[in-house]
């Protein structure tokens, strides 16, 4: 597993360096849209109905106002609209960088 060697918020895009030297930008927003957290994906029961989640929500003018490292596997991103509860793992984030822009 890769790990972050530099973490930077830049404008609008959170800038991380990995330890194999590749780099992911990532725009607040798309963190905001693809926090793995229960309040934005929802939750599923054992019969895979769907409860909460944030369908279709608008995150164009959040920003992201801090993160921290959570152990050796995540990181958390404070935003402004208050969210902070999605541990966004490094292998998650990886993924995200590799994605095509929206």
């Given at each position: 597993?890769q790990?972050?060697?530099?973490?930077?918020?830049?404008?609008?895009?959170?800038?991380?360096?990995?330890?194999?030297?590749?780099?992911?930008?990532?725009?607040?927003?798309?963190?905001?849209?693809?926090?793995?957290?229960?309040?934005?994906?929802?939750?599923?029961?054992?019969?895979?109905?769907q409860?909460?989640?944030?369908?279709?929500?608008?995150?164009?003018?959040?920003?992201?106002?801090?993160?921290?490292?959570?152990?050796?596997y995540?990181?958390?991103?404070?935003?402004?609209?208050?969210?902070?509860?999605?541990?966004?793992?490094?292998?998650?984030?990886?993924?995200?960088?590799?994605?095509?822009p929206?």
């Open positions: 597993m790990t972050p060697a530099n973490v930077q918020v830049i404008g609008d895009e959170v800038a991380i360096a990995w330890s194999d030297g590749a780099e992911s930008f990532l725009r607040h927003d798309l963190l905001r849209r693809a926090s793995p957290s229960a309040e934005t994906q929802g939750e599923r029961d054992m019969f895979g109905t409860y909460g989640g944030e369908r279709g929500a608008d995150h164009s003018g959040v920003r992201i106002l801090g993160w921290e490292r959570i152990g050796n995540a990181l958390r991103f404070e935003f402004s609209d208050g969210h902070r509860t999605g541990l966004y793992t490094y292998d998650y984030l990886r993924k995200l960088g590799a994605l095509p929206t």
